[in-house]
Every structure is written in structure tokens, then in C-alpha cells.
């Protein structure tokens, strides 16, 4: 179950989003007194409650903003309690002055807005002796072994335990906390209101990560980067699960690069079935895998790890097929990856990349495999040196790069995303008729490249395809089964879209 927040300073807005959630389908809803202008006016607030409430008033020490008296604050709670509220939400050093009444359940909370301590036991221990019908235990991750230690407690505590881990690194736990017995877990009414740090909205809980329906059978899957909040993967890959039927999760994972192998070795405890690999990870996954496919061992770069029952721990790479596939699509749109030859269609064109990050790195591999003439550009003119000497193509200088005559442009460079969308790495005198541009980027799906070059009549394919190809190849090695790519271009083009897709 998921309890979604409200703060509000006027008690008419904060009904108002009371009866809204309701009807979108809370289960249940927490009214923060503490937000509100005056004084709470809890007959008010409750009549003709839609669901049930949980009462919670927060002091400005625990990251609240209660204005009154201390025993103002208190008057309200037992106020509440003899009203006959469903919860009541009472600190630790407030739980023993404020005595159970009538059928009010007892949350008994502790917050820990630094740190996630290492005496959560001692804490949870104290927290279960005032008489808690839920222990509240939620604490800042600084890593994400903070969420391990977090769920275990939740996993092990026999009284009926919420506990999270705030910030983005405890998402992970925010998520799975119910997978391992919390009764419910928070979120907030839209993702611009967040009544704590990380706290996700009552959408996305619901409609990108389907937290109701994860249980303790739930497999865990997940993406790999640092950053890794603006991840698309778990929408599209959630939404291809639930499509399916199948009960799996896919959640982003943050994680450091100095921590990345030790984080791997602690997710053993949560049992991850499948990992999703992006930047700046993509070598490291490697040194952690038992296996590589060849792409892997020709690019040098994987973008994915999933378990073999024979093999252990494969790095795989998808953006090497799912590019080729683009390219190969947008010079043909009858190409049929499962019997067509990418070096039939590919062999002999004169292709320019500019880049030499790791997607760069995945293309120029295919390419050159598929026996294109590859020449590599990049800012940064070293990198284009060596990567180019690396694949055997040819390099230029990032302020010649339109002096050539080429076939296809393939833009692996973070020019024209959003929100610098006004941007072009490619100026369009260079471009000629009939030529092919690929524009990796996909948010937003028409750059301002593809743009002038559609304006040229040049043939175009966009970051999209190849997105969605590659987490389709993901699907596949997770599942055994055919990902359901229609439906995750789709899912992809509504998100990205000026209408904001809600992941419905």
C-alpha cells in the first residue's frame, strides 16, 4: 500500500487533494498539519473522509514546519486520536506521553535526515517499546548498503515495520521496502511538492513501478549509473513486465564508481536477477562479469548483465546490434535484422562519428566490423585519435568535420539535448540530399540536427529506435522471451512527448 502525502497551507486545498487522490486510488493518505497556515481545524479535515488518514504534525527539528507551541502540537495528536483517526503518527520521545485510545493505530517514527546509523537495531528496538502498532524507521542512504541494512531490518522486525532510506540513493528501498513486509510506503502528491528528500510521487510509485503489485516473490532488476535519475529504463521496462505478466521490478540503482564492484557484492542479498549498465560503468561491469559475449570482447564495453545458470554473471552489449539495426533501418526501411546482412547494406559507405564516448565506441566496433569507411571526430581531438587507431579508422579534426563527403553522419555527442535543444554539433550547409543522419540523442527525439537535416532531404533515423532496440535486446536476455518492442516505442514517444506520457 502506498501513503501518499499532503501539505498544504490552506485547509480547502489540502480536501481538495484529499478526495483527488481517493479517487485516483489511494489506499491511503497522510495529512501534514504541520503545512497548513493556521491552526488545524481537524473537524474540517475529516469529515466525510474518502480513505482512510494518517495524522502527522512535525516539528521544525525533524524537518517540519509546525509554527505553535509544543503543546499545541500534542493537544492536536491526542485531538485526533479521540476524533478517531485511522493513524497517528508520534515521534519517539512524544510516544510515552500520548497514550493509545480507542482504535487510533499507533505509528511510532524515527528520522534520521544525515545518516543511516549503525545501531538500527538498538533504535528499532526502542522505537517497539511505546507500544507501536507500526514502527516508522527512516534515515538518510549514503550508500547503498544503507538500503540492505535497511530492508533487513524491515525483513527481520516482528513488529509491523516502514522502513526507507531517503535521497536518491534510497530509492532502492523506497521501492522494495514492502517486498520485504512494510505495510505501506510514502510518496507525495506530484513530484514538485516532495515532503522529504527522494520521496517519489504517488504517479510513479503506482504506473512506473507498480509498487502495489510487488510482493515477495518479485524479481529485481535494475540500471547501473552515476547519474541515473533521468533513466528512462524503468518505465519502459516496467511497463513491458506488467504487459507480460511477469512478476518483475526494474528499478534505477545509483551507484559510484568507487564502490561499484563492493555495491554488486551487496546486491547478492537483494537477489538481482538483471542489470541494465550506463555510464560511467560500462568497463567495470566487465571486471565483475564471468562471461562476455563477443560484441562485449570487440567493443571492450558492456551495457548489460544477466545471469546464465551455466556461465554465471554475461556482459553483453546491445547497443551494437540495436545501432546497426537503426542505420541499417534508416537506409532501408524493409531491413530485417533476424535474415538480413548489416555489412550488405553498410560495406563501403562513408561514415562520420562524432563523439568517441561509449556509445561512439559500440558504432564505430559495428561499423568497422560491418567493413564501413569510419572516420571518428570529437572535441577532445585524443580521444578521436584513439579510438579511431583502435577500430582501424580514420580520425579528423573536430573543426574540419564538415569538409568531407560522407554517406552517413552518426552524432553520439551530447549536442541538441534537452534542454540545450537550440543546438546542432552538425551545421546544416554541410549536410547534402539523400545523405543519412543518425542522432543518438532521443530526448528530445527531433534535435535540432534531425530537424535541418529532414529540411535537406536527407534520409533520418532517431535516438529513439536505437533506445528502445537496445533495452528490447535487455528484455530478452532477462526474460527468454520476445520483448514486446511496439509497445516500448510507444511507451517511449508518449514520455518523451511535449504531453509528458504518465507511464498510464
Request: charged share 25%.
Amino acid at each position: 500500500m502506498i501513503c501518499v502525502s499532503i501539505g498544504r497551507t490552506r485547509h480547502k486545498m489540502m480536501q481538495a487533494e484529499y478526495r483527488a487522490l481517493a479517487e485516483r486510488g489511494a489506499e491511503l493518505v497522510e495529512l501534514r498539519l504541520d503545512w497548513l497556515g493556521r491552526l488545524p481545524d481537524l473537524s474540517r479535515l475529516l469529515k466525510d473522509r474518502p480513505c482512510p488518514v494518517v495524522i502527522t504534525c512535525r516539528r521544525s527539528e525533524d524537518q517540519g514546519r509546525w509554527r505553535g507551541t509544543e503543546e499545541q502540537r500534542r493537544t492536536i495528536l491526542r485531538n485526533a486520536i479521540a476524533d478517531g483517526v485511522d493513524y497517528v503518527d508520534l515521534e519517539e520521545d512524544i510516544a510515552g506521553g500520548i497514550p493509545r485510545y480507542g482504535s487510533t493505530k499507533r505509528i511510532v517514527s524515527h528520522h534520521d535526515f544525515e545518516e543511516t546509523p549503525q545501531d538500527l537495531w538498538e533504535i528499532h528496538r526502542r522505537l517497539c517499546s511505546h507500544d507501536p502498532d507500526v514502527v516508522k524507521l527512516v534515515t538518510m542512504a549514503n550508500s547503498q548498503q544503507d538500503n540492505i541494512r535497511m530492508l533487513q531490518v524491515v525483513q527481520a522486525a516482528k513488529v509491523p515495520t516502514i522502513g526507507f532510506c531517503m535521497g536518491e540513493l534510497g530509492l532502492t528501498s523506497r521501492i522494495l521496502t514492502g517486498k520485504y513486509g512494510a505495510p505501506f510506503t510514502y510518496a507525495t502528491f506530484n513530484s514538485g511538492r516532495a515532503m522529504a528528500p527522494g520521496q517519489l510521487s504517488f504517479s510513479d510509485m503506482k504506473k512506473v513501478y507498480h509498487y502495489d503489485e510487488i510482493d515477495e516473490a518479485t524479481e529485481v532488476y535494475g540500471v547501473l549509473g552515476d547519474p541515473i535519475a533521468h533513466s528512462l529504463s524503468p518505465l519502459i521496462h516496467n511497463r513491458a513486465f506488467r504487459a507480460a505478466g511477469l512478476n518483475k521490478a526494474y528499478l534505477p540503482f545509483h551507484v559510484l564508481p568507487s564502490v561499484f564492484k563492493q555495491t554488486l557484492e551487496d546486491f547478492q542479498w537483494l537477489d538481482v536477477k538483471g542489470y541494465s549498465v550506463t555510464l560511467p560503468h560500462k568497463v567495470a561491469a566487465i571486471d565483475v562479469s564471468d562471461a562476455c559475449e563477443q560484441s562485449v570482447e570487440e567493443i571492450g564495453a558492456a551495457n548489460t548483465l544477466y545471469r546464465d545458470p551455466e556461465s554465471g554473471w554475461v556482459a553483453a552489449n546491445t547497443d551494437y546490434d540495436a545501432a546497426l539495426t537503426t542505420i541499417c533501418l534508416g537506409l532501408d526501411p524493409k531491413f530485417d535484422p533476424a535474415t538480413d546482412s548489416y555489412e550488405k547494406l553498410i560495406s563501403g559507405r562513408r561514415v562520420l562519428i562524432l563523439g568517441a564516448g561509449g556509445v561512439a565506441r559500440a558504432i564505430a566496433a559495428g561499423l568497422s566490423e560491418a567493413k564501413a569507411d569510419v572516420t571518428i571526430t570529437n572535441r577532445t581531438h585524443q580521444r578521436a585519435i584513439e579510438l579511431a587507431a583502435e577500430f582501424g579508422c580514420r580520425e579528423v579534426q573536430w573543426e574540419n568535420r564538415g569538409s568531407g563527403f560522407i554517406d552517413i553522419l552518426v552524432n553520439c555527442t551530447s549536442v541538441g539535448m534537452h534542454p540545450n535543444v537550440d543546438q546542432t554539433p552538425f551545421q546544416q550547409s554541410w549536410l547534402r540530399d539523400g545523405m543519412l543522419v543518425f542522432d543518438t540523442i532521443y530526448t528530445p527525439e527531433r534535435t535540432m540536427l534531425i530537424k535541418e537535416a529532414r529540411e535537406h532531404l536527407c534520409k533520418t533515423v532517431t535516438g529513439v529506435e536505437m533506445f528502445v532496440r537496445q533495452a528490447a535486446a535487455q528484455y530478452e536476455r532477462f526474460t527468454d522471451t520476445a520483448a514486446p518492442l511496439e509497445l516500448m516505442r510507444e511507451t517511449l514517444r508518449h514520455k518523451i512527448s511535449p504531453a509528458q506520457y504518465d507511464g498510464a
